[in-house]
């Protein structure tokens, strides 16, 4: 996949100057540059932090076999799949800066912006874009055994080995660096005072595949982590018919099963110092105009002294880790669900769906800044501030900014009531389906997002998932109608006939959010590397507004800002995570169709669609930025009224 921005604003157009490096403009010249990215705490954001310069790809293969043995009451099947996965991706994140505005000179970030006094400054000098590679090895046997006429059983183990990546990239014939792709921050070798011998200007701890340390004796293996090879799954499955008609079915399961690490994640958990530089600024003494005043410049290195020159190693950078006992997460699934035939045309279903996850992987924040409280007699200034969170973090200050940690201590539960009904007869088809569920987690993302505010203290940012919706109904008609003049050749028989209504109707309660402080108000740089997660504030009184209240109402506070206050510094905010929930939402689609034959083989469609056709306001989620001045009021909905005509040729 290829993207590119068009008609990007470079840095020099916004009038920001001093920017001091531009690796991917000297090895793409004909890619546009990217606009800058800024963004308003609270208020707004523009430009792009580079995912606009995208340049990915890998070659995949995948090969797999199985054999089945079909003996009296057993279908056995027996197999393997062997899967190879290659990912290269050569992008520009804050090559042309990330600028922050939080309220920390004027106390708010709008007035901030136009002074142009920066509450962070972030940018990133990359050598050269890593590739991952690696390989997947599965093995599964299952059995389906008819017990007798009325239950069957099916029995299965699987065994899965994915190996962790490896860089492939480095010594390619693009970039001949001579050395290993990536390395790793290990706290074990820092505690130990391991220095690298593959790269000897590296900060203690910062260690690569090949060098020696109490955790990896033999050395580092060129997957920086062992291979997890304890993924045994077995699985179960029940269907009983209990009455012998036909007519009822109890169906059962459960089973354990596993992700293989992604390639995204390899990069963020792998990519350190020399070949990223990822260096976080908060609240530096530049202006938006300049915002590398007073701040180290890059090193002008080259990648073919990468070994020896120790510019490489001069500015401060977040680094990443992954520890050694890092495995893949353990998922269970049970089901649980009874099926019955009313009538010849009606059938209910009622089940319970649930999802339990052990050893998720989790992005978190290590080498926190330490408060000091109190202020400096001699300046009058405190002694913690946003500006010198750099300097008061545990581990290696002025060289390791934040390090993030990639941890398989995630955990998740997700349980659901789940209810169908399906009505089918003479070309009308009535389904309706019912959710009730919850889905609690740490953390919501995919990858790279940070867990928890209080690194700590991973617990206290348990609560409802961002996806979670607890009651989810939906209702959906197809009708093909009939024509009152069927076989009649007429203009009105030809007319009436080939009609369909389809209708879609759904209907869900609200997604739960949190309150943000919108800055780093514990002054603990808890939030870095990559932005991460935002503090939020503490709790002090009922955020919900009682009583019945017009839309309009609920538009200008959806809840009551009062119930809650930012944080002391040092401290984080005794508020939940998604503690709050939004506006539900309501929508009904129609479709109208008529399906005209031509000739043999080929026909034409007319089609009147009418999305929200009762033009419902669905509400969007509140402000929660405590920085924003119309904190709890809604400024967004969801699509209006739309309707569409069209016609389709199919043949």
């Known amino acids: 996949e290829t993207r590119s921005e068009v008609n990007g604003t470079s840095p020099a157009k916004m009038g920001i100057n001093g920017w001091d490096y531009d690796y991917w403009y000297q090895n793409h010249p004909a890619t546009p540059m990217v606009s800058p990215s800024v963004s308003v705490a609270g208020r707004f954001g523009m430009g792009d932090v580079g995912i606009n310069n995208w340049i990915e790809g890998g070659a995949n293969w995948q090969v797999s076999d199985f054999v089945t043995l079909v003996k009296g009451r057993h279908n056995m099947e027996t197999g393997v799949d062997l899967y190879r996965r290659q990912h290269h991706l050569d992008v520009d994140v804050a090559q042309t800066g990330d600028f922050g505005f939080d309220g920390t000179v004027s106390g708010n970030p709008t007035a901030d912006f136009l002074l142009g006094a920066l509450g962070s400054a972030l940018r990133i ?53 001579g050395v290993p792709g990536f390395g790793t921050f290990d706290f074990a070798a820092y505690q130990a005072g391991v220095h690298s011998t593959v790269f000897p200007y590296a900060p203690a701890g910062m260690v690569y595949p090949g060098d020696k340390t109490p955790d990896f004796p033999n050395g580092v293996p060129a997957t920086l982590i062992p291979t ?7 699985r179960l499955g029940v269907a009983w018919d209990p009455f012998g008609k036909g007519h009822t079915s109890v169906r059962a399961s459960a089973g354990l099963f596993t992700d293989a690490l992604s ?3 390899t990069s963020f958990a792998g990519n350190n110092l020399p070949y990223i530089a990822i260096n976080s600024n908060p609240d530096p003494p530049g202006t938006l105009s300049s915002p590398y005043v007073g701040l180290t410049p890059f090193a002008q290195v080259s990648a073919a002294n990468i070994r020896t020159d120790p510019g490489f190693f001069q500015l401060q950078s977040d ?67 946003t500006g010198n969170i750099q300097q008061r973090r545990l581990i290696d200050p ?36 019912y959710t ?96 991460g997660t935002q503090g939020r504030p503490d709790q002090v009184g009922n955020p919900n507004v009682k009583g019945s209240r017009s ?3 609920k538009i200008a506070e959806w809840f009551d800002p009062s119930a809650f206050k930012i944080n002391q510094p040092g401290t984080y905010g005794t508020s939940g995570r998604n503690s709050l929930y939004g506006p539900g939402s309501f929508n009904t689609d129609l479709g109208t169709f008529r399906n005209v034959d031509l000739i043999e ?33 809604i400024s967004s909905a969801g699509a209006p009224r739309i309707v569409q005509f069209g016609l389709k040729l199919g043949w």
């Open 601 to 633: 083989g080929m026909h034409l469609q007319f089609r009147a669609e009418f999305f929200n056709i009762f033009d419902t306001v669905n509400l969007g989620t509140p402000n929660n930025s405590m920085l924003s001045p119309t904190i709890g009021s």
């Open 228 to 234: 997890d090879t304890k993924q045994i799954q077995p």
């Open 319 to 385: 680094a990443t880790s992954w520890p050694k006992n890092f495995v893949h997460p353990r998922i269970t699934s049970l089901t649980l669900g009874i099926q019955q035939q009313i009538t010849s045309h009606l059938m209910l279903e009622v089940g319970y769906v649930g999802k339990i996850t052990r050893h998720g992987e989790l992005w978190v924040s290590r080498n926190l800044a330490v408060y000091i409280p109190g202020v400096d007699p001699a300046t009058g200034q405190p002694y913690s501030t």
């Open 551 to 553: 839309r309009s109402q």
């Open 398 to 433: 002025g060289q390791l900014g934040a390090i993030g940690q990639y941890e398989s201590i995630g955990n998740s539960s997700f349980n659901s009531l789940q209810s169908t009904v399906r009505f089918r007869r003479a070309g009308f088809t009535l389904t309706n389906a």
């Open 125 to 177: 000098q990359y050598v050269f874009n890593p590739g991952y590679e690696s390989w997947s090895r599965m093995f599964f046997f299952q059995d389906d055994w008819k017990v007798n006429r009325n239950l069957t059983v099916n029995l299965g183990l699987r065994y899965e080995l994915h190996e962790p990546f490896k860089e492939y990239r480095a010594n390619s014939s693009q970039y001949h660096l």
């Open 436 to 531: 009730w569920s919850h889905s609690l987690d740490i953390a919501s993302c995919d990858f790279a997002c940070l867990a928890g505010q209080d690194p700590n203290n991973l617990k206290g940012s348990r609560g409802s998932s961002d996806f979670d919706r607890r009651q989810v109904e939906g209702l959906s008609l197809v009708y093909d109608i009939p024509s009152p003049f069927h076989g009649n050749r007429s203009f009105a028989g030809e007319l009436l006939k080939g009609w369909e209504i389809t209708a879609l109707m759904e209907a869900s309660t609200g997604a739960p959010f949190s309150i943000l402080d919108g800055f780093d108000a514990s002054l603990t740089g808890a939030g870095a590397p990559l932005g």
């Open 263 to 265: 390639a995204w994640s």
